[in-house]
């Protein structure tokens, strides 16, 4: 994560063959999205922190002058980023650093009924209407364990499975019956004989 962050220089680990542009710079005068922040080693969020701070940074295995960037950043977490630093897993002084305007955005769960359709139609043009009514309502009253992602995996099969979709929902269902999973994490999936494959 390091060297993605902040790029390293040829020989600074085993594996370098090769001078890396990192990400920071690669995004000067514009926006890097650091998606579950709150799973970056406390370690390395000093290292971030200071950057973002100086708005400067040296690349992994370099000792040559610091590199400027100018780079807005966003960052997203699936926890709570204030309990994580109470509970010593993220770096308070960097929380304060990132949180100078949050957004919190409901699961699908909480906003299914309004956005799941559009959600559809966004990745399958005219998906949403060939459902039946009932098909329909099972979507919205899913709880949607995995959240966008697993709705769009949903999706994903529906596309597939175009002349039976009541295949797709039956997975849908069995997942719904499934031991509940922790949020984010991937539900297991029920294969079989003669119903449909999913690609890993």
Do not use: C
Request: aromatic fraction near 8%; glycine fraction near 8%; charged fraction near 30%.
């Amino acid at each position: 994560i390091e060297s993605e962050l902040f790029g390293h220089e040829r020989g600074a680990f085993t594996g370098a063959t090769s001078q890396r542009v990192g990400h920071l710079q690669l995004a000067d005068k514009g926006t890097l999205f650091i998606d579950e922040i709150d799973d970056l080693s406390l370690d390395l969020q000093p290292k971030l922190l200071r950057a973002l701070e100086d708005r400067e940074f040296r690349r992994v295995g370099s000792s040559g002058n610091p590199i400027k960037f100018d780079t807005r950043v966003i960052a997203a977490s699936k926890k709570d980023l204030w309990a994580e630093t109470q509970a010593g897993r993220f770096r308070e002084d960097l929380y304060f650093r990132l949180s100078v305007f949050t957004v919190e955005l409901p699961t699908l769960r909480d906003r299914g009924a309004e956005d799941l359709p559009l959600l559809v139609e966004a990745w399958a043009p005219g998906l949403w209407d060939r459902l039946s009514e009932e098909h329909k309502q099972q979507a919205i009253n899913h709880t949607w364990p995995g959240n966008v992602r697993e709705l769009r995996n949903w999706v994903e099969r529906l596309k597939h499975l175009a002349d039976a979709p009541e295949l797709a929902m039956q997975a849908l269902l069995d997942g719904a019956s499934s031991p509940q999973a922790p949020q984010g994490e991937v539900l297991p999936v029920k294969y079989r004989a003669g119903e449909y494959y999913q690609p890993g």
